[in-house]
């Protein structure tokens, strides 16, 4: 616990930030830099940017079970475990037991959570692509959910604000379809990649670039003045960057916010609820439980940034119930929970590729390809509406070729040690809709080990989705037949759900009428002026892109709008 | 083609029969005598040990040619790898097929065949495994969408004996540290990632 003295002496801040991931670290950097003294309450442990990274520099031999997930831990993180091998002894240490920490499924949903500092920022994508002006629009044009109550010109210059502060190494194109922003120097395409790059565009028109990612091609003063270094192409990321290479709450904004000294956090603290003042009519602070110790505690503050995350950030309104908000802090429009969005994956296809074989790679590239959305783009006309991108690349083969291969005995064993042939895979991320069915809630009588109500999933893909994601394997293979790629096998993992995209987001959505959203276009809870909310809950529609970015851009423009309305006395 | 010209040919690759007790118990090694409770902890017996360890070793030997001068599977400690790898990191329907295997492998007396009619084993237990992976990846890619949820649940067997114990050799040797380093070129931290163009028998780079 680090308590900024002065501030302790009634629990009594300028700003409460709950949460300190992706969207909280980046509230308490922007709002101490602006003067005001920052509580950041983090709900899980503590983890300290290296030092704590323990498994970062341990060799393949060093890690027992050499990447598999224990039986163990699959049981204690069996949400976890359905996104795949995160589990296993490089990070499973990094995300939340499951066990501990349970959710009910009305219908099923991935929920994979990290309660730590820097919660999930800790080992995200890093994949970062701004929305396009049209993903700003669609809703209102098609009649879909509700209308974004800003356009993209209100956030391009937080986008490249956001984009400078992290360092996202990409490539330029010039797309309206992918707006360029503010890049490092991008990564290289391996040769099989620069071969399909050419072929898409000449047989489809279709670009294709490097993804952007947030790892330091080439880190700024602004970026060695926290600490951070140039990216070492070890493709461990997962495990904690020692280096601070990649962006993350922890190596980024939080040593940002640290430099103000006005930055307070609390560990292992979770907050149930929103304090109501009926007579003020504005939240006064949050109620907090100690999860080590169960001791509860109150902390006041003139304003309020909720960031625990989509699903935790609208469990914490609805459990918030008043006088005035019997539903849960700023549920008028009865749309906290509702409108759960992700992007949905683990569709796509892979394939062989012949020759080559004099091109290989030194490093190993911590990104991908990616290949903007084409789909209800310009001519293009679906039965479905939106589009999907697909994130993938070209690698040769290594031993593990050797697993499903025929042959025993000391030539196979020789020849395992060789670059086996070229491959390459590509699955897609797509736009799911807002539907105001697909929700969360708080079970009535169930609660966890905290006395906290306990989070109720019903949600579930629909009919568009359905419909894309057999467009996404079709074409996938479609385009790789046209590069000339051989053995060409689709896949349509059949258990995925809403939630596995780790992209969960839309419980709060943002929107111009009151009746129907529950932010304005600043983030604020459209009836309690004082809490603003800017992670992934306050999304109205989902992109097809990685969020992560968006959240950012969204959270430094409401940052700035709060702190202006303090100084004018508004708030 | 069924059971017995599947090993009439494995015995033709290899030039040679297979003596009339192997190959009585190949016929019959569907049906395991044993039967494993479930909820039972794994564990193997010394015989059973020496199996693991024998198979490894056919899979990835010691090998001292020239060009090739390398550890084996049992050198870098991989049959105690498997052991516990089957132990910590598999469920029920592996690990009973692991034991299963083994158990065949006791039936057709492993330890006790020469090493000509051991590989010739392992290449019939190839072309078993081989067709009942190709029988199970047509089951999955059969499945298209949410709905066909329940099918996938319903495959509970395990992965077969062949297919674990040639991955986890195939992870065990090629992680180790003596493994790693016999193997590839091992480079910790690359500090830059680029296109080059593969030298004649460059090894691959391992990270």
């Not at chain 2, 790898?85 to 029920?92: G, I, W």
């Not at chain 2, 114990?165 to 380093?181: A, H, R």
């Amino acid at each position: 616990m680090y308590l900024n003295i002065k501030a302790t002496k009634n629990n009594t801040f300028d700003a409460i930030v709950v949460g300190s991931g992706m969207t909280g670290g980046f509230a308490a950097k922007e709002l101490t830099e602006k003067g005001l003294n920052v509580l950041m309450i983090e709900r899980g442990r503590e983890i300290k940017h290296p030092q704590d990274y323990d498994t970062a520099m341990k060799q393949p031999w060093e890690v027992e079970h050499r990447g598999k997930v224990t039986a163990h831990s699959a049981e204690e993180l069996w949400a976890n475990k359905r996104f795949g091998n995160l589990a296993n002894d490089e990070s499973g240490p990094f995300f939340t037991n499951d066990k501990d920490n349970p959710y009910i499924e009305k219908r099923p949903f991935d929920w994979i959570r990290a309660y730590h500092t820097g919660g999930k920022s800790m080992h995200w994508g890093r994949q970062s692509y701004r929305f396009n002006k049209e993903d700003f629009e669609a809703n209102a044009k098609e009649g879909i959910g509700i209308d974004w109550p800003i356009r993209y010109d209100d956030l391009a210059p937080w986008y490249t604000y956001v984009e400078k502060f992290v360092g996202v190494s990409g490539q330029k194109e010039g797309l309206d379809v992918l707006p360029d922003g503010h890049f490092l120097p991008a990564m290289p395409l391996f040769a099989p990649e620069v071969h399909f790059k050419k072929m898409m565009l000449e047989k489809f028109n279709r670009p294709v670039t490097v993804g952007r990612v947030a790892n330091l091609s080439q880190p700024q003063e602004w970026h060695t003045k926290l600490g951070r270094a140039s990216c070492q192409y070890r493709n461990k990321c997962v495990r904690g960057c020692p280096y601070g290479a990649y962006y993350s709450s922890l190596s980024g904004a939080i040593p940002a916010a640290n430099l103000t000294k006005r930055l307070s956090m609390l560990h292992d603290t979770i907050v149930a609820e929103i304090l109501y003042d009926e007579q003020k009519q504005r939240a006064t602070g949050v109620r907090v439980i100690n999860q080590k110790t169960n001791q509860v505690e109150e902390y006041f503050a003139k304003i309020i940034f909720l960031n625990a995350g989509a699903m935790n950030t609208a469990a914490l309104m609805l459990n918030s119930k008043s006088n005035r908000f019997q539903n849960g802090l700023g549920n008028d429009s009865d749309q906290v929970g509702r409108n759960i969005m992700d992007h949905h994956l683990g569709v796509g296809a892979t394939a062989t590729v012949e020759g080559f074989l004099d091109e290989y790679v030194y490093g190993q590239r911590p990104n991908a390809l990616y290949i903007p959305r084409f789909r209800n783009w310009g001519n293009d006309k679906q039965s479905y509406l939106r589009g999907f991108g697909y994130q993938g690349g070209a690698s040769r083969e290594g031993w593990s070729r050797g697993v499903n291969a025929d042959g025993f005995g000391s030539d196979f064993k020789q020849s395992l040690t060789k670059p086996g042939q070229w491959t390459i895979g590509f699955g897609g991320f797509g736009e799911v809709l807002p539907n105001p069915e697909n929700r969360m809630y708080l079970d009535p009588t169930r609660k966890d080990k905290w006395g906290v109500p306990m989070i109720v999933f019903d949600a579930a893909f629909g009919e568009n989705e359905i419909a894309m994601r057999k467009d996404i394997m079709n074409s996938a293979m479609e385009m790789m037949d046209a590069a000339g790629f051989k053995n060409i096998a689709g896949y349509n993992r059949p258990e995925v759900h809403l939630g596995l995209g780790i992209h969960e987001m839309g419980t709060a959505r943002m929107g111009r009428d009151a009746k129907t959203s529950v932010l304005n276009a600043f983030n604020q809870v459209h009836s309690v002026k004082n809490v603003f909310v800017t992670d992934g809950a306050a999304m109205t529609s989902s992109s097809c892109v990685n969020p992560s970015i968006t959240y950012m851009a969204l959270t430094a423009r409401a940052a700035d709008y709060a702190v202006k309305a303090l100084k004018k006395r508004e708030l | 083609m069924n059971r017995r010209d599947v090993i009439k040919n494995v015995a033709l690759m290899l030039g040679g029969a297979f003596s009339a007790p192997t190959l009585m118990a190949m016929n019959h090694w569907e049906n395991p005598t044993k039967s494993y409770p479930s909820g039972a902890t794994f564990s193997l017996t010394q015989t059973q040990r020496s199996i693991v360890a024998e198979i490894a070793e056919l899979i990835l030997p010691k090998t001292t040619a020239p060009n090739d001068v390398s550890p084996g599977a049992k050198d870098v400690g991989v049959p105690a790898f498997i052991e516990m790898m089957m132990k910590d990191c598999y469920l029920q329907p592996e690990q009973l097929s692991f034991m299963e295997g083994l158990e065949k492998m006791e039936q057709v007396k492993f330890l006790e065949l020469n090493d000509n009619e051991r590989k010739g084993i392992l290449k019939y237990l190839e072309q078993e495994t081989k067709a009942e992976m190709k029988a199970r990846q047509m089951k999955q890619t059969k499945m298209g969408d949410n709905d066909d949820h329940e099918d996938i649940k319903k495959v509970a067997k395990g992965l077969p004996f062949w297919r674990l114990i040639k991955e986890l050799t195939l992870l065990g040797y090629f992680t180790s540290e003596e493994g790693i380093k016999a193997s590839f070129e091992y480079v910790q931290i690359p500090g830059k990632v680029e296109n080059i163009k593969l030298k004649p028998n460059q090894k691959s780079y391992a990270y």
